[in-house]
């Protein structure tokens, strides 16, 4: 158990709709990334928060966005949902930015899009 | 642009042998480097990181990993493996501002392990 929750779990939507995923970070993380893992594929790094603006962004179009609040969870919304979206949906939390911080992973939201 | 290449989608090894998990990786600077494990439907663990410093890096679980910058790898080694060690393991490139910083980490697709009885 790493302390980062996700929610919900598992979720259908429609394509062209829109969805949003939370992430609860380890208590004392101010910083939170995404990632995002199709199948049979490695995660890739869609954006990190840090103090609630965000602080570092992948190849994802403007669609993807996210939130950060001052108890540090976050969301991450994605708009006009797209067959390709389909994915395991990674949030890590770190204490810091830094490159020494250790990221520590959720179990992930598992996102299907119809 | 940086990139990992892990050769092997699935490895099969029997209980109680040596293991070895190829990972290579294009990076323009120094890199910074990871091994992850995740377990169905869990998050990823990290086994090891290696920043700088001794080329020989040891992680948790009796895992431990080798830099080697002339041939750009990194491979993921336990001398003896256990049917727990069943798995996908992920290696990882960040930069200067990595080990999940700003400009995130670039994860391979990943090593499936099977461990025969």
């Known amino acids: 158990e790493t302390g980062v929750t996700q929610s919900p779990t598992h979720l259908i939507k429609t394509r062209g709709q829109q969805v949003t995923l939370r992430c609860s970070s380890q208590s004392g993380h101010n910083t939170v990334s995404w990632y995002q893992q199709a199948l049979g594929q490695g995660p890739q790094f869609i954006f990190q928060y840090y103090r609630e603006e965000e602080n570092g962004r992948g190849n994802f179009p403007p669609r993807f966005s996210g939130l950060q609040f001052p108890n540090y969870s976050s969301e991450l919304n994605v708009n006009a949902l797209e067959l390709d979206d389909s994915a395991l949906y990674l949030c890590?939390?770190?204490?810091?930015?830094?490159?020494?911080?250790?990221?520590?992973f959720g179990s992930g939201t598992q996102l299907s899009v119809l | 642009a940086q990139s990992v290449t892990q050769p092997d989608i699935h490895i099969t090894v029997s209980e109680g042998a040596s293991l070895e998990l190829r990972c290579n990786y294009s990076y323009g600077a120094t890199p910074y480097l990871f091994w992850y494990v995740q377990s169905p439907g869990q998050g990823l663990q990290l086994l090891l990181k290696?920043?700088?410093?001794?080329?020989l890096v040891q992680g948790i679980k009796g895992f431990e990993a080798e830099f080697k910058r002339s041939q750009s790898s990194f491979n993921l080694r336990k001398p003896s493996v256990h049917w727990s060690d069943a798995a996908e393991y992920f290696c990882?490139?960040?930069?200067?501002?990595?080990?999940?910083?700003?400009?995130?980490?670039?994860f391979g697709k990943g090593t499936h392990l099977i461990i025969q009885p």
């Open positions: 290696y920043f700088s410093g001794d080329t």
């Open positions: 890590a939390s770190s204490l810091a930015a830094g490159r020494d911080e250790k990221l520590f």
């Open positions: 990882a490139v960040g930069g200067l501002l990595s080990g999940g910083g700003a400009d995130g980490l670039t």
